[in-house]
């Protein structure tokens, strides 16, 4: 008989893993909490080991990169860890009517939602898709920093202009170096070469759209279909309608990858100029009364489409796919 799974929550910080255990045979929960780094994970090891866990299905938040030490180091440990959208958390919680913000009441949350809802299984990216992500994310923390700085320039008093002028002369080299050494990452790695060949040939994707692609989508195969890939970038339409009262616009859930969102939003835009075989697509939506920003979105959700076809096709991306019928004669 195959041993049960024992949810765990970990409620994580920047410095301390808060951790909660349901035993079925216990009314309270256990409770214990542990540094965030490899001694602390090592001890939350020999904890469950302790307390007779051989098992456990361990759920923590999507939170910034500090869980993901612990869920990788109890994943190698063969426990099932499940890495959980924190608005799913939050929903269950008010189901819950739960009012209380706490470290304790907060892992005990989260490992009744891994209870109750069985949430599926997290596996960790390849090591070169991890180096990736780090190059791309450090990337945008620098852009973000430089475009910070040359806003700041114009407002600042004569006295810092130079101290700003040479900050951002760092930053613009840091960026370059940074790119540098992306690109040759990707080189090393012939997987990840095909795979950026292949999204460039995407009108309105260059190189650094398709990196941050790539870093953030990981494992294509992990995805059973495209629209499974667009709910995971938060692209799939959702609709605010109820009886005869309600009747909102339905709009981009949102509830995803923003990093994917941000990466689409400006080569959605040059797609639409760019690209002929949209044009009676984005001539309906514009006739059935769809603003601007809803065509973009809807541009999007097309776009992630696209994507998955050729990574999991493996072939380039080919516009007469695209084309209508009657479009596709008005072209010949």
Sequence with gaps: MAEEWIPVGIDVSKATLHVAILFPERTKPLYQSFDNYDAGYAALQAWLVERGVSCAHVCLEATSSYGHGVATALHQQGHRVSIVNPVRIHGYAKSQLKRTKADRPDATLIAQFCRDLAPSAWQPSAADIDTLQAYTRRLDALTGMLTQEKNRLSISPEALKADIEAHITFLEAQVKALKKQLHAHIKR???LQAQA????????????????????????NAFGSARQLAAYAGLTPQEHT???SVNGKTRLCKIGNARIRKALFFPALTLLRRAPELQPWRQRLVAAGKSKMAIVGATMHKLIRIVYGILVSGQKYDPTKLLTPESAVATA
Aim: net charge negative; charged share 25%; hydrophobic share 45%.
């Design 197 to 220: 060949d292949l999204l460039v040939s995407i009108v309105g994707i260059g190189a650094d759209t398709a990196a941050r692609l790539l870093a953030e989508i990981g494992d294509i």
């Design 189 to 191: 790695h012939e997987r």
């Design 242 to 244: 109820s009886g005869t």
